[in-house]
């Protein structure tokens, strides 16, 4: 092997090694970015079971009660009985 060819191997060798710390700094970014999604997705997630519940005891609610003509509401209040 020529001192031609050595220092063109040597240069190719520290393309790659550049190359491959670029790489290994952009899995690191992906990997946090990724981990805030899932963080945003599961708190999205949770706000939207709460918004899901909230609107299932706003509609049980307005199902129990009525408004009588004089303008009075009337509520009808279940007694639920556990066993």
Do not use: H
Request: proline letters at 1%; one cysteine or more.
């Amino acid at each position: 092997m020529s001192l031609f060819q050595g220092s063109k191997l040597i240069e190719e060798k520290q393309v790659l090694l550049r190359t491959n710390q670029k790489l290994l700094e952009k899995i690191y970014k992906m990997e946090l970015e990724k981990n805030w999604l899932k963080n945003e997705m599961e708190d999205a997630r949770d706000q939207n079971e709460l918004l899901e519940f909230r609107i299932l005891e706003l509609e049980v609610r307005d199902s129990l009660s009525c408004k009588l003509s004089n303008g009075a509401e009337l509520v009808f209040e279940p007694k639920l009985k556990f066993i």
